[in-house]
């Protein structure tokens, strides 16, 4: 192979067809040919990936800082149409050679909504408003693994191992219903059907949960009870919020979240604890009513804005 072949824009020159007939010889004869073939065929189709334009630009301050040689100069020439055609062959390679980096699907359910939708191998996911769930679709099959923020019912068809992750613990089946509330306030896994395993601390040992028991876990204090059998799935998917000794600062956030407002309300609220009761997803009147009036308090509406104040007799 000359000189020329073996200079680091000889790719490039190939993708643009400038090779000369003794370098496309040489081409062929590479090892790689094949695979740098289907790259190039293959990236004419491609979107680049979304990225964190902020955080690049400031890795490559970085580097660029920590550069120890001296840049070499090159004259232009026709060097900037072989630059752009190496970039798309290394844009190509990056969708082909490492799927994981940008193989995923995100599912979301607005403020004051709902989804329902089914995963790849047949299981079901009840999606709470406010919520959201992704999965890798080309790594499904093979690793059942779903990343979850807020609150989802499964009913996940028998099959290998599937997972939940959360940022405050995981979930783990095998073929089983069950739902998992996972906000910043707190982490609780309900077993409606099966059996589930709960690990939320990688210094205590995985909770087994069979049908009826609930596990709570808040600032890693866990504690276990049960749950309400005479129902398949939690009371949320048909529309009726339950709470059972909850915060009340909660039971306003799932209001906000299932009517999509805006609650302002007495600071002394935050601090109450211990609410029994529940709430109806498509009155908004009547769940106000309901929940406000337990703690002696009247409210205002105003668009989607709820303005709620001390009762005064």
């Known amino acids: ?67 120890k040689q001296p840049a070499r100069i090159r004259r232009l020439g026709n060097w900037w149409r072989y630059a752009a055609a190496a970039a798309v062959l290394l844009l190509a390679f990056y969708y082909i050679a490492l799927p994981d980096s940008h193989d995923w699907t995100t599912i979301s359910a607005p ?18 408003a406010g919520s959201q769930l992704r999965y890798q679709p080309s790594q499904f099959k093979n690793t059942r693994v779903v990343e979850l923020k807020g609150e989802a019912f499964f009913d996940v068809v028998s099959g290998a191992s599937f997972e939940v992750e959360t940022t405050q613990g995981t979930v783990s089946v095998l073929g089983t219903t069950f739902d998992v509330y996972a906000r910043a306030q707190q982490f609780r896994v309900a077993c409606y059907t099966g059996k589930v395993g709960v690990e939320y601390s990688t210094e205590q040992p995985q909770e087994i949960l069979e049908p009826g028991d609930m596990i709570v876990v808040k600032e890693q204090n866990m504690s276990r009870s049960t749950h309400d059998q005479s129902t398949e799935m939690p009371e949320w998917t048909s ?64 668009d989607q804005v709820v303005e709620v104040f001390q009762s005064t007799e």
Request: charged fraction near 25%.
């Open 239 to 302: 529309g009726l919020s339950e709470f059972n000794n909850a915060e009340f600062k909660a039971v306003i956030e799932e209001l906000e979240r299932q009517y999509a407002i805006e609650i302002n309300y007495p600071a002394h609220l935050d601090t109450l604890s211990g609410y029994n009761g529940g709430f109806p997803h498509r009155d908004l009147s009547s769940a106000l009513e309901i929940v406000f009036s337990s703690v002696d308090c009247q409210y205002r509406i105003n």
């Open 1 to 67: 192979m000359s000189k020329k072949s073996t200079d680091d824009t000889f790719l490039a020159r190939w993708l643009s067809g400038d090779l000369t007939p003794e370098e496309q010889a040489s081409f062929a004869a590479r090892e790689d040919a094949e695979l740098l073939r289907k790259i190039a065929e293959t990236s004419a189709d491609l979107e680049p990936p979304e990225r964190d334009q902020a955080a690049s630009w400031e890795a490559l301050q970085q580097q660029v800082n920590q550069a």
């Open 111 to 128: 403020l004051a909504e709902k989804t329902v939708f089914e995963l790849p191998d047949g299981s079901e996911v009840w999606l709470n």
